[in-house]
């Protein structure tokens, strides 16, 4: 490798970047945490520090025509992260700065390295609050958040990430940094192209760096709604209900009896492990209007048949609780391999959802957890795989694309935030008209003509 002329390339064009060789680079590079998702030999790592250094290394790779792959912590679930071989994997986890917090006008300008944690802390010094808050956000960067467009709990009454981008510097396929957007709050000029970068993957350039909404901050406690429900479809009801009750809460969550118990065993939580579901509610209105909406959606969980239900104002308990819906996902991950799914549905089918994932759970006696952002209709089923054998495999992918072929026929989408990556592909393509398909390639080829970013990511 010591006489690659790319990796001498790299090295003398970006010198500020750390480059990585094929032997030498850590295996966790080179995917990210999907289950089952395949991913190639890298033929160099590389770590830029700023914008200049990704100039040098995308027009670097233009030149040699090479793919690339940009990752940021790995923590996405869809492979959209994972290399290819004979790629370059560029991680912006050193491109970590804060450029500036501008309190005036509520916008935040990060490079995409920075934590989202790390930034909601930053934020609150002042006074603000960046509301994204993905399960991850303890370890994911806002450039990864930007590139799946993700959400989170907050995401039912504050929006997903894309909400909360204002502008973009991407650089694209000839190694050009260019800004897309705006620092302004509102700006229509010609083609929402920072829209089409959100959510993009890193299929069409590398984003490095990001201007983003903020919010005052609420430092009022929030109200917090809990349900307990014996049968799944009562909590399916319950949500359908607060979609129509005319309250929009803060956060709704889902965790099933399969997660409690997971969390429990792991945490000692002490919940009810014999409810089959837990429904999580939060109203952050000012005071007086949060308790009259507490009660309100402690209505609509008694009106589906909740077994008990209370409102709590302790913010210690309501963060508690929360807490152990954030620990879900590990909890149960810790036990064994676990493909994640991420479908949405209006909110009025969340119940026929629900069912339809029981349903095909025991069809195919694979068994399936569920949590879920319920308030806009986004569930997470969390398919476990028993064994890695061939047999186990083929019934998984089943439970997988019957998932995603259910919450098509109820109006949904096969990926409400962890994106397509390689294990959404051929759910997209059913999601979507060849027509639409054939714009999207059209978007793909007219940006990233040598096909270098992030090859066979979301169109294959």
């Known amino acids: 490798m010591l006489d690659d002329p790319l990796i001498a390339a790299l090295r003398a064009r970006a010198p500020r970047s750390r480059v990585l060789v094929e032997e030498d680079i850590p295996s966790g590079y080179l995917h990210d945490e999907a289950a089952g998702a395949p991913f190639g030999q890298a033929r160099a790592l590389v770590l830029p520090q700023d914008t200049p250094d990704v100039c040098a290394i995308v027009g670097t790779c233009a030149e040699f025509d090479v793919p690339l792959v940009p990752r940021g912590a790995g923590t996405g679930l869809s492979g959209g992260a994972n290399a290819v071989d004979g790629c370059v994997v560029i991680s912006t986890e050193r491109m970590n700065q804060v450029r500036e917090v501008d ?22 010094e002042h006074g603000l609050w960046y509301p994204p808050d993905p399960a991850s956000s303890a370890w994911s960067t806002i450039g990864g958040n930007v590139a799946t467009n993700a959400g989170g709990i907050c995401c039912v009454k504050y929006g997903v990430t894309g909400d909360h981008v204002l502008g973009l510097e ?8 260019v800004r ?7 700006g229509v000029a010609g083609y929402d192209l920072r829209g089409l970068f959100v959510g993009s993957e890193g299929t069409l350039g590398v ?13 009022t406690p929030p109200v917090t709604v809990v349900g307990f ?5 009562d909590a399916g009801r319950a949500v359908a209900a607060v979609a129509a009750c005319g309250v929009t809460p803060a956060a709704l969550e889902l965790v099933d009896r399969n997660c409690l118990r997971a969390v429990d065993e792991w945490k000692r939580t002490g919940m009810d492990r014999d409810a089959a579901v837990l429904l999580l509610a939060r109203s952050d209105a000012p005071p007086g209007a949060a308790e009259e909406e507490g009660r309100v959606l402690m209505d609509c969980f008694n009106g589906a048949g909740a077994t008990w239900a209370d409102v709590s104002t302790d913010p210690v308990e309501s963060e508690a609780l929360f807490e152990a819906r954030r620990l879900a996902y590990p909890a149960l991950a810790r036990l064994g391999p676990v493909l994640t799914e991420d479908v949405c549905v209006p909110r009025r089918h969340v119940p026929e959802m629900l069912a339809r994932i029981s349903d095909i759970s025991a069809t195919w006696e694979i068994p399936v957890a ?10 997470h089923p969390l398919i476990r795989m028993p064994s890695l054998d061939a047999a186990a495999t083929v019934r998984v992918q089943h439970v997988f694309d019957e998932i995603m072929d259910a919450a098509i026929a109820l109006s949904g989408t096969v990926t409400a935030e962890h994106g397509i990556g390689l294990l959404k592909r051929d759910g997209m393509r059913r999601e979507m008209s060849l027509a639409v398909i054939a714009m999207q390639r059209s978007v793909k080829e007219a940006l990233d003509p040598r096909g270098i970013f992030n090859p066979g990511k979301i169109l294959g």
């Open 370 to 379: 569920n949590i879920a952002h319920a308030g806009d209709g986004n569930l």
């Open 170 to 177: 991407v650089v694209v396929g000839d190694g050009t940094a």
């Open 229 to 233: 429900f014996k049968e799944l479809a």
């Open 180 to 186: 897309l957007g705006c620092h302004t709050v509102k």
């Open 207 to 219: 984003v490095t760096e990001v201007t983003l909404r903020l919010r005052s901050r609420n430092r």
């Open 103 to 124: 309190v005036e006008n509520q916008t935040a300008t990060v490079q995409p390295g920075v934590v989202n944690d790390d930034l909601k802390r930053l934020c609150a």
